[in-house]
């Protein structure tokens, strides 16, 4: 089954603990994305990465660290620098340069308690 | 950077009459502009996509026109259903240096009665 995987569907952190959100694609696509969706403020980049090794800060990328190293995967790490974590997370990748489609995995909630 | 913005931010219809969600943009580089369409508890999943060099793009009961002089562009959707009613996200591509990136819209939330 092709596409894009995210890992856990669920996840329940104490406040003051980093965490990590795993996302995985076997598309062979060059860029992978994280979003944050909250109620009513659509989707918020995060971070960006366009290949291997390299990475761009998005939007609101305080608070949060990634890494690129295989292709494949795109961990975003949330740390316990952000202010407000819970909120559902959103990783994305696309063929090339977002003029092609991006595809999104399922998402995971994270919730601090 | 890119800004988008969506309107309305609730839409309800009847079954069979159309549906219009409005979107602007304000980076007049950006040229990619995708619609996404998300239903309760899924992903996000595109539905049609316009690029800056065409006016109106077409697909079934789904349309998408640009106007680049004004910078916005909106989905319509004709004959509405009730498996139309979703989240629908507009989204435009800002392009930065060498790195591209998708901004989208805060959304619209299509409900479609019967």
Known sequence: ?113 | GENVEQHPSTLSVQEGDSAVIKCTYSDSASNYFPWYKQELGKRPQLIIDIRSNVGEKKDQRIAVTLNKTAKHFSLHITETQPEDSAVYFCAASDRTGTASKLTFGTGTRLQVTL
Not at chain 1, 30 to 41: E, I, S, V
Not at chain 1, 47 to 67: L, R
Not at chain 1, 83 to 100: G, H
């Open chain 1, 1 to 113: 089954d092709g596409g894009i995987t995210q890992s856990p569907k669920y996840l329940f952190r104490k406040e003051g603990q980093n965490v990590t959100l795993s996302c995985e694609q076997n598309l062979n696509h060059d860029a992978m994305y994280w979003y944050r969706q909250d109620p009513g403020q659509g989707l918020r980049l995060i971070y960006y990465s366009q290949i291997v090794n390299d990475f761009q800060k998005g939007d609101i990328a305080e608070g949060y660290s990634v890494s690129r190293e295989k292709k494949e995967s795109f961990p975003l790490t949330v740390t316990s620098a952000q202010k407000n974590p819970t909120a559902f997370y959103l990783c994305a990748s696309s063929r090339d340069r977002v003029y092609t489609e991006a595809f999104f995995g399922q998402g995971t909630r994270l919730t601090v308690v």
